[in-house]
Structures are given as C-alpha cells and as structure tokens.
C-alpha cells in the first residue's frame, strides 16, 4: 500500500481548556461514570460529552486535526483494542512480545531472579516506591510480558538482550505523562522506535521498516500528523508484527510472572 492508495481519516478536536475548567472536567466525568485520571490526557469522548453539557465553556476550546489510524487491510486493527483503555492495565505499563525465549528466560533478562518467579494473583500489584509486577503469558510463537507501571521492556538494552542470537522482540510503552512508544528489535539490534501519537518521529537502525504497516492503519509515515488513538494504534502495529491480539482473557490470573 503506496502512501497514494488511501486518505487518512481526520477528525476534529477540540482542546484549550484552562485548568480550573479541566479540573472541573474530570471532576464532572467521574460523577458521571467515566474513567478518568486526575493527570494524562482525557478522552475525546469525555472532551465532548463535558462541553456539550457545559456550552458556556467552548468558545474556550481551540480546534485542530488529528488522523484517527483504523484498519485499512485485513489484521489487527485499533478497534480490536476498545477494551483497553477500561482494563487493568492503567495509565503507564509496558508490554513486550518476545519469539525465541520461553516464559521463564524472558522474565530472566527483563531482571528476575528465579526465586522471585512466581504466580501472580489479583492482589499483586505494583508500587511506585516498590517492586514491580511482571506477568508473562505464552501465545502462539510469542512470549508476551505485561508490566504494571513499568518500562523496563521498553529500554534499549533490555531489547537487545531479549531479541539477541536471532530472536525478536516488539515492545508497545504506554506513559500517559510521557511519551508513548512502540520499538521493534531483532538480533539484538534496535530496528526501529515509533512515537504512536507522531509516527513520524521514529529512529533507529532501520526506522522505516514498517512503515506498510503503518499505512495499513491508515497512517501516511511520511507526514507530521498527530495519531488520536495511538495506544490501539500501537497495539494493533505490534499484533501485525507479531500475529498476537491481546484481548481481556490474557490478563486473567493467577499467571506467571515476578516482581521486580
């Protein structure tokens, strides 16, 4: 698919809202049943939910356009991911697709020692002054690790030791009060490291080496648009890498994993 063969699709946002009256958003939205963080970006949907019931506020909001990545090929797509932002998951965690390494050997080089392996239950969870919580699942080809409020996965050296001697590995990073990426390696080397929310602003060995799949969802690499949805953006590029689409029911415990 040439950057010629499709149109982004471009919606409109509205954003500018002064900080008391973004307090007052969020402090409207959870009244109202949505989940939201006091910090981090809030959804489009709770934006315009919140000033269509408070229209004396938008002539506060600024308009511009972002490209909203949908699948335009058969595969995984950012719609398979409307679960996400609801899940256990949170607001910053990292999760790392691995072929070549079974469960154990992957929670090795992401730093566990083997008496700290485990399973994991719903009551382990993630400090911020703490250890971290690792999980690791099998699925197909791949080994996939989850961690809570962690990005270790998400460094370089921890990509090169888990895609070394001929392996791969592909990690998403959600930071929702930092920068989101999606970094694919393999034989230790880092091929190519994506903003989701800019693809544009990518490096690496290789840096347009998937780029199809980007035009695949509907993203023309070649332009310095803003992504509106980059999580299930990068989620879905990580699935068309890897053949994996995480639902709901690979984060179910008890499973394997480790503190950190």
């Not at 080397?189 to 989701?196: A, E, F, G």
């Not at 998937?210 to 695949?216: I, K, P």
Request: with cysteine; hydrophobic share 35%.
């Amino acid at each position: 698919m040439s950057d010629a063969d499709f149109t982004p699709l471009r919606v409109t946002h509205r954003v500018g809202l002064s900080r008391e009256t973004s307090l007052r958003m969020r402090t409207w939205a959870k009244a109202k049943g949505y989940t939201v963080s006091w910090r981090g970006r809030v959804a489009q949907e709770i934006i315009d939910a919140f000033l269509t019931a408070h229209p004396e506020v938008v002539e506060q909001a600024r308009t511009f356009e972002m490209v909203h990545a949908t699948a335009r090929t058969p595969g995984p797509s950012p719609e398979d991911y409307a679960w996400e932002g609801n899940s256990r998951l949170g607001d910053v965690y990292t999760i790392v697709f691995v072929r070549g390494l079974d469960e154990h050997e992957v929670l090795r080089r992401l730093g566990a020692a083997d008496e700290d392996i485990r399973l994991i239950e719903d009551g382990d969870h993630s400090c911020p002054e703490g250890p971290q919580i690792v999980t690791v699942r099998r699925i197909g080809d791949w080994t996939v690790a989850v961690e809570d409020c962690g990005w270790r996965g998400a460094r370089r050296e921890t990509l090169g030791a888990l895609s070394h001697d001929g392996g791969e590995a592909v990690t998403v990073h959600r930071h929702d009060y930092a920068r989101h990426h999606v970094a694919y390696a393999v034989d230790g080397r880092l091929i190519t490291d994506i903003n989701p929310g800019f693809p544009i602003d990518r490096w690496g060995t290789d840096p347009d080496r998937l780029n199809h799949h980007l035009r695949e969802l509907g993203i023309d690499p070649t332009a310095e648009d803003s992504v509106d949805n980059p999580i299930p953006a990068a989620l879905a590029l990580a699935g068309r890498i890897t053949g994996v689409t995480i639902n709901p029911h690979h984060l179910h415990r008890p499973i394997l994993g480790a503190t950190l």
